[in-house]
């Protein structure tokens, strides 16, 4: 009787730590969703917000001190582009990673094959984590305007996404590895196509150029400087599915949070 009592007493612990577990994740899920909803929203409110200018008339509004958050769609060009360290392709933005893997220090061997050779635990510890960016140009009838992606929430092609070893070439003018394998993730932005750019312009000489924001339209704390693909409209539209599914997605896990908390404290009961 004794110890079909503990046993009891065991599983309703268990059950108890499971449901707070759960609420726990839960609420992280809400807090996650929550930040990405307000985050979403807060953009869409300033792309509605911001005016959508030709190059020909920013280059008017830039006759003097002109300085004001701004949206310009077009053909992107590039006059200087650079290289991608990895794939060789001209581009005017690129990011590399490069992580290597060694043994993790005090690892147990994780596994033994069927040749009888021991598979050591792993991890993967970055070398390098670097961008670069060239200046291009957002062309439409009436001219061009300059853009400068440095710090940009810009939509990139991933070109190459591999693990290599120390014997590739290009891997040795990255890095000077010692040995072991490497993960390397490159990507770029073409200078070719169709951009939506929502930044701070300003004049630069004769040229008007879109940059990085000392503050935000609507709130001055909150700068967007957002590079796509998607024209605004379906930029737009992609956001405020965004703001749609993370708020009730959110709205579930925090109600679900709730009573998984009052299920640990046995308040209600899970049939």
Known sequence: MTG??????????MNQTYAFGLAGVLLVCWALLMYYHVKAKDLLNEMWAVKTYSAGELRRLCEGDFDAIVEVEGAVSCDKPLTSF?????????HVKVTREQERRGGLISAITSDSKTVHDTEWLTEMDRTHSAIFKVEDKTGYTLVNPEGADIEATKVFDG?????????????????GR?????????PTGYAYVLGQATSVGDDVMVHYPGKGYIDPTERFFVINRSTERELGRYRAITVGVCFWFGILAFLGS????????GLVRLI
């Open 4 to 13: 079909r009592l503990i046993l009891v007493h065991n599983i309703a612990v």
């Open 86 to 94: 990895v794939t060789g392709i001209p581009c005017c933005w690129l």
């Open 163 to 179: 693990v290599v070893t120390k014997d590739v070439s290009w891997l040795e003018r990255l890095l000077t590895p010692a040995s």
């Open 182 to 190: 490497y993960h390397v993730v490159e990507e770029v932005f073409i």
């Open 258 to 265: 709730v009573f998984f908390l009052l299920e640990g404290l």
